[in-house]
């Protein structure tokens, strides 16, 4: 008789969450998403696979206003932590985000140097550096969306404040078809507190699933950061229309040949609880 699968504890550490609803307004010129994706059909996905937890991460169409991500989580505490969004762009974000952690219970923010606001603001010291500071005397993790260009940028910061958690979101976003560009993710690995989300590999590959293509680029991240500093994610619901919640997790679960059970572990659930705090 063949063994059954080997079961792991699941911590998803990226989804997105919103709802057309009057008391929660989208942001002034936000685009209208026309479906809701609400914290009830994130848990009918997750009970559907398996997952125990997960990280919200505020999505662009609040823009800089969490109310939302923080009534989810005070709705749903047993399953849901929620990382914040703070205005890069003000002289007022770090101490914005200190009402957020210590006020609202937030457990990180992010920033998005990928156009969205449009991204010079990254490389701007007087804007950077507080905000960097403050994360650091707070200890909450700071998350980076950003396309590979800018990971030399984030390098600078990352090493003016090594004592940060830095979790850099799905892979720095280099396209599986430029692999010399991923040089630039994998000099983050001399950083010990640099976390890598292997996910968006639906969007990066040029092939059909398990995106082979993608899974190279994660076994040389894998090689460089190990398993222990290296997190799945879903990016529910923005991977719906190339694929299912479901492939995201089978991908790395039964597909990644190269990762062991050991591997699995941590990148499936333990290394996003030693990042974030789960109740």
């Not at 010399?180 to 010990?192: G, I, N, R, S, T």
Request: with cysteine; net charge positive; charged share 25%.
């Amino acid at each position: 008789m063949l063994a059954a699968p080997k079961k792991f504890k699941l911590v998803d550490s990226h989804v997105h969450v919103w709802k057309r609803d009057p008391k929660f307004p989208y942001a002034p010129g936000a685009r209208d998403p026309g479906e809701d994706r609400t914290p009830e059909m994130l848990l009918e996905s997750m009970r559907a696979n398996g997952v125990e937890r997960t990280v919200i991460i505020q999505v662009l169409y609040y823009m800089f206003d969490n109310s939302y991500a923080r009534f989810v989580v005070n709705r749903y505490p047993q399953h849901f932590v929620a990382v914040c969004r703070v205005d890069p762009r003000s002289p007022g974000a770090p101490d914005d985000l200190s009402k957020l952690i210590k006020e609202d219970k937030f457990q990180g923010v992010r920033i998005s140097p990928n156009g969205t606001p449009p991204g010079e603001w990254f490389s701007d010291e007087s804007l950077m550096v507080p905000l960097w500071k403050r994360c650091q005397q707070l200890k909450t993790p700071m998350t980076v969306l950003m396309p590979i260009e800018k990971a030399p940028v984030a390098q600078k910061w990352i090493e003016k404040f090594p004592d940060l958690t830095v979790v850099i979101d799905h892979m720095a976003d280099c396209p599986a078809d430029r692999p010399q560009e991923l040089e630039k993710l994998l000099a983050l690995a001399q950083y010990p507190k640099v976390f890598v989300k292997v996910s968006h590999s639906w969007h990066l590959s040029k092939q059909s699933y398990p995106w082979m293509d993608a899974q190279e680029q994660i076994k040389r991240i894998y090689d460089k950061f190990g398993p222990k500093r290296l997190m799945w994610g879903t990016d529910w619901p923005m991977c719906e229309p190339k694929t299912t919640y479901a492939s995201t997790l089978t991908q790395l679960r039964d597909d990644t040949k190269f990762l062991t059970d050991a591997d699995k572990e941590w990148i499936l659930g333990k290394t996003a609880e030693q990042v974030w705090k789960f109740s």
